[in-house]
């Protein structure tokens, strides 16, 4: 059984900073991606950015140049920093990991339940 577990989330001032975080725990082999989205009620849930098993990252176009995605020092812990935050930023933020419980073995899909970012002044 594979855990996650999104914090970091509350309510920031326009242009405000916040980093998230997205921490796995369970029986896990290895994390092959961590990958951020954030969903806002009666729209589509929007990709944000991942990072990849060998550091590498990507972000969405609106995310670029003020997101950074990274890996903690903590086992299994990713972070998302989002700066110059506007309300257009105000939503859930989930992350999703694909994770291999066994050396070898297949890849399954985990989701957080998601943690809460409003901004607003």
């Known amino acids: 059984q594979v855990q996650l577990v999104e914090s970091g989330g509350g309510l920031v001032q326009p242009g405000g900073s916040l980093r998230l975080s997205c921490a796995a725990s369970?029986?896990?082999?290895?994390?092959?991606?961590v990958v951020w989205y954030r969903q806002v009620p009666g729209k589509q849930r929007e990709w944000v950015g991942n990072?990849?098993?060998?550091?590498?990252?990507d972000y969405a176009d609106s995310m670029k140049g003020r997101c950074t995605i990274s890996r903690g020092n903590a086992k299994n812990t990713v972070y998302l920093q989002i700066d110059g935050l506007g309300p257009e930023d105000t939503a859930v933020y989930l992350c999703?990991?694909?994770?291999?419980?066994?050396?070898?073995?297949?890849?399954?899909?985990?989701w957080g339940q998601g943690t809460q970012v409003t901004v607003s002044s």
């Open positions: 999703r990991a694909n994770v291999r419980i066994a050396d070898g073995g297949p890849v399954t899909i985990h």
């Open positions: 369970g029986s896990i082999f290895s994390i092959t991606a």
């Open positions: 990072i990849i098993s060998d550091g590498t990252t």
